[in-house]
């Protein structure tokens, strides 16, 4: 069995949340998902985050959902 690889071009980068932009703060966030068959993002789910309600973890979950892999 192999990992997922992610397939470069479909990579988006997270928007900037606009209460962290106000805020002048910025966060690392952790996120555990499941790659499905077809290669999409499943279920996602946040382990860890530096700023917690900025809504940088938001943002990244929308931005982790459009990625695609070649599955394992």
């Known amino acids: 069995m192999t990992h997922p690889v992610l397939i470069e071009g ?6 900037y949340p606009e209460l962290a932009r106000v805020a002048r703060v910025e966060a690392s966030v952790v996120l555990q998902a499941v790659i499905r068959d077809d ?14 309600n900025m809504g940088f973890e938001q943002a990244a979950i929308e931005a982790v959902q459009q990625w ?5």
Not at 10 to 15: A, H, I, Q, W
């Open 10 to 15: 479909t990579r988006v980068e997270p928007e």
């Open 68 to 72: 695609r892999y070649k599955p394992g």
């Open 39 to 52: 290669g999409t993002v499943g279920d996602l789910v946040v382990l860890r985050c530096s700023r917690p």
